[in-house]
């Protein structure tokens, strides 16, 4: 989607010390296809899991709720594939 589904905010911690105020914008993606390599490879650890099991690992407070908004929405716009989700 072009809009994003919610945005949150937090301090981005600098090396020299210090932290700069930061406001990140998440926006849901259909994913089709994952490539073998990308940029970020080494930098970045990559997990498919349930929703549920991803909100487990969540420790920022900020994208917990972004993501519940989103499932809260996307669970009323599709009923039937959340059923599914939850088994």
């Known amino acids: 989607s072009a809009q994003p589904v919610g ?16 406001r990140v914008e ?8 994952q490539l073998d390599e990308w940029p970020e490879k080494g930098a970045r650890t ?3 899991m349930p929703l549920d099991e991803a909100m487990a690992k969540i420790s920022e407070p ?4 972004v993501i519940k908004a989103f499932q809260k929405q996307h669970a009323a716009q ?8 939850r088994g």
């Not at 945005?7 to 930061?22: D, F, M, S």
């Not at 998440?26 to 296809?33: P, R, S």
């Open 62 to 65: 900020g994208v917990r709720l």
């Open 46 to 48: 990559l997990a498919w």
């Open 26 to 33: 998440v926006f849901a993606l259909a994913v089709t296809k």
């Open 7 to 22: 945005h949150y905010h937090y301090l981005k911690e600098k090396r020299e010390g210090g932290g700069v105020p930061c």
């Open 78 to 85: 599709n009923p039937l594939a959340s059923a599914r989700s």
